[in-house]
Nanobody
C-alpha cells in the first residue's frame, strides 16, 4: 500500500517559519514529481510547490515564490517544504502529493492525509 505521511505542521506567529516533511512508502518516488498543495477553510485546494525528483527541477505558485523552498531526498523517499516569512494567509491544511508525471489534473496519483499550519497575527 502506497502512503504519503506529512509532519511538521503547527502554530506559528506571523513572520515565523515552519518546515514540513513528507515521507513516502510502498514504492520508490525517485522518478516522480512530489510536492505540496494547501487548502484553507472554505476554499479549494491549491498548488503550492513541487519538485521533479529525478532532476531537481522546482515549481512554485506565485504566493510561494521567494518565501517557500521545496526540496527532495530520493534516498529517503521524502519531500520537504521550508516556509519562511509566514502570514495568516498561509493558514491551511497542507497536503503532500506525488505523481508519475506532474502535479496537475487529473492527478496527482497519491495524496497524504494533510497537516495543519496555522499562522497567528
Amino acid at each position: 500500500q502506497v502512503q504519503l505521511v506529512e509532519s511538521g505542521g503547527g502554530l506559528v506567529q506571523t513572520g515565523g517559519s515552519l518546515r514540513l516533511s513528507c515521507v513516502g512508502s510502498g514504492r520508490t518516488f525517485s522518478d516522480y514529481a512530489m510536492g505540496w498543495f494547501r487548502q484553507a477553510p472554505g476554499k479549494e485546494r491549491k498548488f503550492v510547490a513541487s519538485i521533479t525528483m529525478s532532476n531537481g527541477n522546482t515549481y512554485y505558485s506565485d504566493s510561494a515564490k521567494g518565501r517557500f523552498t521545496v526540496s527532495g531526498d530520493s534516498a529517503k523517499n521524502a519531500v520537504y517544504l521550508q516556509m519562511d516569512t509566514l502570514t495568516p494567509d498561509d493558514t491551511a491544511v497542507y497536503y503532500c502529493a506525488a505523481d508519475r508525471i506532474a502535479l496537475v489534473p487529473p492527478g496527482p496519483e497519491y495524496w497524504g492525509q494533510g497537516t495543519q499550519v496555522t499562522v497567528s497575527s
